[in-house]
């Protein structure tokens, strides 16, 4: 569960988004099936990009990854894929599982394609008949063309292809992208009124860059020429329906909004949504760079076709209550069909937080509304979560019931929520103690709360708390998904000094020796640092400020606080310390702490480090009140 903090203040900011999904994926598989060596700069890591890269591997592709820089390096293999024998996992990606497929049919040995329950639900029908056409032997392992399904290309020959694409524009951008690496050259005629089909001419645009000889002989035919693709560095942009939301936002909130990266000649068909917003009323400035986004005094409603950006109809459905008229969107009767029936999800939880909506089969209408609290049902979809984010952010007590399912394409998502929440945050009394373990700062944040009458969050009291259940449940505290999954659900409530999870009183077990050996790798888990950082936020926000104390509060979880403190101590000085609050033996506490420092500091997510513009105190040899005295003369409630 996550409930959406609303904004005090509208925001004015320029986002750095990641890269798109879409681009990723088509540039992973175009690098893949390349001669050499390619470079991919601003890749998203997220869900659905890391299936690729797993699949790609069983392929025999060798590829490289730098999240921190957010590249990768991909050496190809000249079309000549091998698989390693392993099952192809797509997780829950339609992008993965349907630009698999046809790839799977050149390794020309059986290879089988799995994964998640939600994409088995999920129809290929289309693309596995014409994979039959051309020699492809296809038995599924359930349900008549679902996954998981073997596939067999040893028999693969090309033909002139028919291929449907009223329901998705993916299966013909799968076998576009596989084309140039077929035994001989592809005629491809396109059938029925096609989908979004600035995603066909992305996949295109990025053939042609990779050194594809694609044709349109006539509208609706092509001709690809059996030549390969040529290794390339990439750069990506950002994501398109990543950005509608904070677009959105920007609309919604009378505030500014620029995506950096972004411009007017994207190769992402879903930078039409901003035009629908400015047929609202916002303000939209476009140029080659960027793309930028100022809300009004008043929104109107719009009807509009969405047939080619539909990944943002969630987006504008969310907008839809604050407009001064009814609005209604048509033409994407298809995303009934995706992570979720995206049509039927977004009227059924608009209609529980008490605003008219109606399902048209095509589409849907919303009527102007307030909006009531309520939790809305995300259906593990990305779209549905992202979308209801933004209700949240402009309306109270919107409440999400599954808001980790955002990973599939944008993990990151509520921390550049939270750079929306900035100008607001600047009005919080936020003191915020960063030191490592041992060094006086709970003590220290305990007496300066006292003194100053602001609340007081041990944050270092979080992570052991979910240690503590890790260890409980008897879970391996490297297994990253199952420890994300216990800091999603678990609650933690501090009352005084003591605390209780899940309503049961564990303050001195996460102070035991047991919790100590395992709190490190539970707090250098990404996932777990993004939840529970955002419980530190939101737990500040409603009270206006407080004393937290941690080890990357200053940093990243308050990084404009009102005053930042680094204390610190020499590791003699707080084994000492500790070893008189426990009783244990100081050299057996000194070896803890000097691991656990190396840990905190060399870990990738928020390591402990030192803000630039915060007040060092070494507490080594101070008392208490000496070190308070001196932190309190710096800072002004």
């Not at 996550?2 to 904004?7: A, K, M, N, Y």
């Not at 028919?162 to 329901?167: I, L």
């Amino acid at each position: 569960m996550l409930s959406i903090d609303p904004l005090t203040k509208p925001p004015s900011i320029d986002l750095k988004l990641p890269g798109s999904k879409s681009i990723t994926n088509r540039a992973l598989v175009l690098a893949a099936l390349a001669k050499g060596t390619s470079t991919l700069h601003r890749a998203l890591f997220a869900e659905d990009t890391l299936a690729m890269i797993d699949c790609l591997r069983k392929l025999g592709v060798n590829i490289a990854t730098d999240e921190l820089n957010e590249e990768i390096v991909v050496t190809g293999c000249a079309g000549q894929l091998r698989s390693n024998g392993d099952p192809l996992w797509v997780r829950q990606s339609g992008t993965t599982a349907r630009f698999i497929m046809p790839l799977a049919a050149l390794a020309q040995t059986e290879v089988l394609i799995n994964g998640d329950p939600q994409i088995l639900k999920r129809p290929h029908g289309e693309l596995f008949d014409v994979l039959k056409k051309m020699g492809v032997e296809i038995r599924f392992e359930g349900e008549e063309n679902h996954l998981p399904a073997r596939i067999n290309g040893a028999a693969l020959h090309v033909e002139k292809l028919h291929v449907n694409v009223e329901q998705s524009s993916q299966y013909l951008s799968a076998l576009l992208l596989s084309a140039p690496c077929m035994p001989n050259d592809m005629a491809l005629s396109l059938d029925g009124d096609a989908v979004s089909m600035p995603y066909l001419q992305m996949t295109l645009s990025m053939m042609n860059t990779f050194g594809a000889s694609v044709e349109e002989v006539k509208k609706n035919q092509f001709h690809i020429r059996a030549s390969g693709y040529k290794a390339k560095d990439y750069e990506i942009e950002p994501d398109a329906s990543t950005a509608s939301y904070f677009f959105a936002t920007a609309a919604l909130s009378k505030g500014r909004v620029k995506v950096e990266g972004l411009g007017k000649a994207s190769i992402q068909g879903d930078i039409e949504f901003v035009d629908l917003l400015e047929q609202m009323g916002a303000e939209v400035t476009r140029n080659e760079q960027a793309i930028e986004v100022r809300g009004t005094d008043v929104l109107q409603g719009v009807h509009a076709s969405m047939k080619n950006f539909s990944d943002t109809a969630p987006t504008l459905a969310v907008i839809a209550p604050s407009a001064s008229t009814p609005s209604s969107v048509s033409g994407i009767g298809f995303i009934a069909y995706k992570e979720s029936d995206r049509i039927a999800a977004v009227v059924t939880e608009l209609q529980k937080l008490g605003i008219e909506a109606e399902d048209n089969g095509d589409g849907f209408t919303i009527q102007p509304g307030t909006v009531k609290p309520g939790i809305v049902h995300t259906y593990d979809d990305h779209r549905i979560a992202m979308a209801f984010t933004v209700l949240g952010l402009i309306s109270n007590g919107v409440t999400l019931d599954d808001p980790e399912c955002v990973a599939k394409t944008a993990p990151d998502f509520f921390e550049y929520v939270d750079q929306l929440r900035l100008e607001g945050d600047q009005e919080l009394a936020i003191l915020a103690i960063d030191g490592p373990a041992g060094s006086g700062k709970t003590s220290l944040a305990k007496r300066i709360a006292n003194e100053t009458g602001l609340e007081y969050l041990d944050t270092g009291a979080m992570y052991r708390s979910v240690a503590a259940k890790v260890i409980e449940e008897g879970i391996d505290p490297e297994d990253k998904e199952l420890v994300i999954a216990i800091a999603n659900r678990i609650s933690i409530v501090f009352e005084g000094e003591e605390v209780f999870v899940e309503g049961d009183r564990l303050t001195d077990t996460i102070r035991s020796p047991q919790v100590n050996a395992v709190v490190s790798y539970v707090a250098a888990n990404p996932g777990v640092r993004s939840i529970l950082r955002r419980a530190q936020r939101s737990w500040a926000r409603k009270r206006g400020g407080g004393v937290l104390e941690g080890r990357d509060i200053g940093t990243v979880v308050f990084p404009q606080a009102r005053l930042k403190v680094y204390v610190t101590a020499t590791p003699e000085e707080r084994a000492k310390r500790r070893s008189l609050e426990s009783g244990r033996p100081m050299e057996e506490i000194l070896q803890e702490i000097t691991g656990r420092d190396k840990i905190d500091s060399s870990r990738m997510d928020s390591p402990l480090s030192i803000s630039n513009d915060a007040l060092m105190v070494d507490s080594t040899g101070k008392t208490i009140d000496e070190v308070a005295e001196e932190i309190l003369s710096s800072f002004h409630v």
